[in-house]
C-alpha cells in the first residue's frame, strides 16, 4: 500500500507541475449534465479487502441539479459483514447527498446541501477553502448561499447546518453603485464584513468540554482593472480572533481567462502582518482535524509575525484544469499550508484523471510530499473500456479519530479499484 501512496502522490504533483493554469474563476463546477453511475469492485482500508457496491447519480435540470454517492462496504474477511463505521456519526445515511443546487458558484444566485470540497468568504482571510468531509467517513452535509444583488449581497457557509458547529457569513457591499453617474473604475469599490464562528470546540480540559470559538473581520476590495480577457483586483483585510489576536492582509490577483481557447491564467498573491495568537484562513481545509487536535492550543502558541500566500492556476485548451496554492509564516516552523486541485477529464482519450490534495504543517519539501494525518489526499483514474463501461481506480487518504482512544486521530489509507457502468442522458 505503501508504493500506491507514493504514486498517487507523484500523480498529482506531476499534474500540477505539467502546466500552471486555471479558468476563471472555478472550473470544478458541479456537472450540468444528467447521468448515471453504478459499479462493483474490492476497496482495501488499511490493508483489509471489502467489497463494494456504489451508485452514483447526477441529475440537471436547468438551474437545478442533484448528485448522489452511495456505497456499500462489505467486510470479505468477516462473513460479509456491513462496514457502518461511515453511518455512525456524522451525516449518517445523508452523506450518501453529495449535493443539492442551484447554480454554480459565482452565479448571482447559488444555493447547494451536501458535500462542501471548498468553501472561502471574501478573499479568505478567515475562511479559506473550508472542507466539512476532510475526513471522508465523518462527512456532513453542509449549506452554501450565495447571493449578489449588484450593488450589494452575502456569502454564506454552514460545515453542518447548525449554529453549534462551524459556520460563517460575509455580507458586502458597493456603495457607489447607489449613485447616478459613479465615477468609472471606483463604481466597482466594495466594502466587506466576514464572521466566522464554530459553537462547539473541544476545550481540551475534558473529553466531553467544548467551548466557543468567533471571528470577525472587515476588508475593502477594488477591480481596478477590467479590459477584454485581463482583469484585476487590489484588496485590504483585517481580522480578529475573539479572545486571541488579530492580523492584516494587503493582496493582489490577476485574471487571463482566455487567450483564443488555448490557456487561461489566474494568480494571487497576498502579504500578510500577523499579530501574536492569530492564524490567518484558520477556518481552512484542514480545520476540522485542527479542532479536534486543539484549536486553542494552536492560536495560543502562534507568534508575532509576517507571512505570505501564493496562488496560481488555469486551463490549456480546457482539457488541463490545475490550481496550487501555498501559504507560510515567516520563521515559524511547521506552517507551511499546501492546496492542490488537477482535473483533466479528456485529456488523453477514453481516460479521465482528476485529485485533489492538502497538506499542512509544512517546512521542508520532504513534509510536502509525505502523507500523514496533516494530510488530505484524493486521486482518481478512470479508463472507458467499451461504450457506456469503465475500469477505475481511486485512492484516498485521509484521517479518522480512534474509536477505541478517543482524542487520537490516525490517518487511514483507502484503496479502490471498481468496474462501472455510466449512461449520460
Not at 10 to 39: R, V
Request: glycine share 10%.
Amino acid at each position: 500500500m505503501h508504493g500506491k501512496m507514493i504514486f498517487m502522490a507523484a500523480f498529482l504533483m506531476a499534474l500540477l507541475f505539467l502546466a500552471k493554469a486555471q479558468e476563471f474563476k472555478d472550473p470544478f463546477l458541479y456537472p450540468e449534465q444528467n447521468s448515471l453511475l453504478g459499479g462493483l469492485g474490492i476497496t482495501w482500508i488499511d490493508d483489509q479487502p471489502y467489497t463494494t457496491f456504489t451508485i452514483a447519480p447526477d441529475i440537471a435540470i436547468g438551474k437545478f441539479g442533484v448528485g448522489i454517492y452511495l456505497q456499500l462496504l462489505f467486510d470479505n474477511q468477516n462473513n460479509w459483514k456491513f462496514r457502518d463505521i461511515e453511518y455512525k456519526d456524522g451525516a449518517g445515511i445523508l452523506r450518501m447527498i453529495r449535493y443539492i443546487r442551484y447554480g454554480q458558484k459565482y452565479d448571482p444566485q447559488f444555493f447547494l446541501v451536501g458535500t462542501i470540497d471548498r468553501a472561502t468568504l471574501a478573499h479568505g482571510f478567515l475562511v479559506w477553502n473550508y472542507n466539512n468531509a476532510s475526513t471522508y467517513d465523518k462527512r456532513r452535509i453542509g449549506l452554501i448561499a450565495d447571493l449578489d444583488l449588484n450593488r450589494a449581497g452575502f456569502e454564506t457557509v454552514w460545515g453542518s447546518m447548525s449554529f453549534n458547529t462551524f459556520w460563517g457569513a460575509n455580507l458586502y457591499v458597493c456603495p457607489l453603485r447607489f449613485m447616478q453617474n459613479a465615477p468609472p473604475i471606483l463604481d466597482r469599490l466594495r466594502i466587506y464584513g466576514t464572521y466566522a464562528r464554530d459553537g462547539k470546540i473541544p476545550s481540551g480540559q475534558q473529553l466531553d468540554s467544548t467551548d466557543a470559538l468567533s471571528a470577525y473581520g472587515f476588508g475593502v476590495d477594488l477591480q481596478w482593472l477590467k479590459i477584454a480577457n485581463l482583469s484585476s483586483t487590489i484588496y485590504a483585510d483585517y481580522s480578529q480572533i475573539v479572545d486571541y489576536g488579530n492580523g492584516k492582509a494587503l493582496g493582489i490577483d490577476f485574471v487571463f481567462p482566455n487567450f483564443v481557447g488555448i490557456f487561461g491564467l489566474s494568480a494571487k498573491f497576498e502579504k500578510r502582518f500577523i499579530g501574536s495568537r492569530f492564524v490567518p484562513s484558520l477556518f481552512g481545509p484542514l480545520y476540522e482535524l485542527n479542532r479536534e487536535l486543539g484549536v486553542q492550543n494552536f492560536l495560543e502558541n502562534s507568534p508575532k509575525t509576517e507571512g505570505y500566500l501564493g496562488e496560481l492556476g488555469g486551463h490549456i485548451l480546457n482539457r488541463i484544469l490545475l490550481l496550487g496554492s501555498f501559504q507560510k509564516l515567516n520563521g515559524v516552523a511547521g506552517s507551511g499550508v499546501l492546496h492542490l486541485e488537477a482535473s483533466a477529464p479528456t485529456l488523453i482519450p477514453r481516460i479521465e484523471l482528476r485529485g485533489y490534495y492538502d497538506k499542512s504543517g509544512i517546512e521542508t519539501f520532504e513534509d510536502a510530499r509525505t502523507l500523514d494525518t496533516r494530510s488530505v489526499l484524493s486521486a482518481e483514474a478512470s479508463y472507458q473500456m467499451y461504450a457506456f463501461f469503465y475500469f477505475t481506480a481511486i485512492y484516498r487518504w485521509y484521517w479518522l479519530e480512534n474509536p477505541e482512544q478517543p482524542g487520537e486521530f490516525n490517518p487511514v489509507e483507502r484503496f479502490e479499484p471498481r468496474i462501472t457502468m455510466r449512461y449520460n442522458f
